[in-house]
């Protein structure tokens, strides 16, 4: 698939790039995605959850009333999980919820939505930019010449620029990454996709079968 590279003023620079068919012209694989975005989305659960189990309340331990002859089922603590105040069944404890998946399950959920959002047509290679200073509104003029302005935007850059990641923080439908930190969450996400020239040969080495 051949794009043409696109300058900061959406116009088309006269150069364009060849998009590998075995990251950006594969058959995409529904479930693979889907077990990355699980296991992405598990990542950013902190898992600092918990609630009192009846060993665990204070309160006295002595039996609330006498066993027999009130008429109503016995009762030996108030900490039992029966009355209000009392400790939780088998109430959520502090965990991770990481799990394993392997990086070749990765690479190949991450080559399936480039290669979804290819047939979209829903890529676009940039030039190499920077800006002066951190300025969201030269992130928007950028997002408007480009026509994706009313999209959620992916743009992956080849190294951190703090100046461009600035500029598209305060956006809500924007964000920016890096090809060595591209994930399929992030992609997914997107409805368009914007490729600096200089990062496709980096996501091109991430995600070949030599790696």
Do not use: C, W
């Not at 029966?82 to 959520?92: A, I, K, T, Y």
């Not at 030039?127 to 030269?138: D, G, I, L, R, V």
């Amino acid at each position: 698939m051949e794009l043409s590279v696109l300058n900061i003023e959406g116009k088309e620079s006269g150069k364009k790039v060849t998009l590998p068919e075995e990251i950006f012209g594969i058959e995409p694989n529904e479930h693979v995605v889907y077990l990355d975005v699980k296991h992405y989305l598990a990542n950013q659960r902190q898992g600092t959850h918990k609630a009192k189990e009846r060993g665990e309340v204070s309160y006295s331990t002595r039996k609330i009333k006498r066993q027999k002859g009130t008429g109503g089922a016995r009762a030996g603590s108030i900490k039992s999980p029966v009355f209000v105040g009392g400790g939780r069944v088998f109430g959520p404890r502090p965990r991770d919820y990481d799990f394993k998946l392997n990086k070749k399950v990765k690479d190949l959920a991450r080559k399936s939505v480039l290669s979804a959002r290819a047939k979209e047509n829903a890529i676009a290679v940039l030039e190499s930019f920077t800006f002066e200073q951190p300025k969201t509104k030269s992130y928007l003029n950028l997002l408007n010449a480009l026509s994706v302005s009313d999209k959620k935007t992916l743009l992956i850059l080849d190294g951190y620029d703090k100046n461009v990641y600035l500029s598209g923080r305060n956006l809500p439908k924007a964000k920016v990454t890096t090809a060595d930190s591209v994930n399929t969450y992030d992609l997914i996400n997107a409805e368009t996709v914007i490729i600096t020239e200089t990062a496709l040969p980096k996501i091109e080495n991430l995600l070949s079968e030599k790696s």
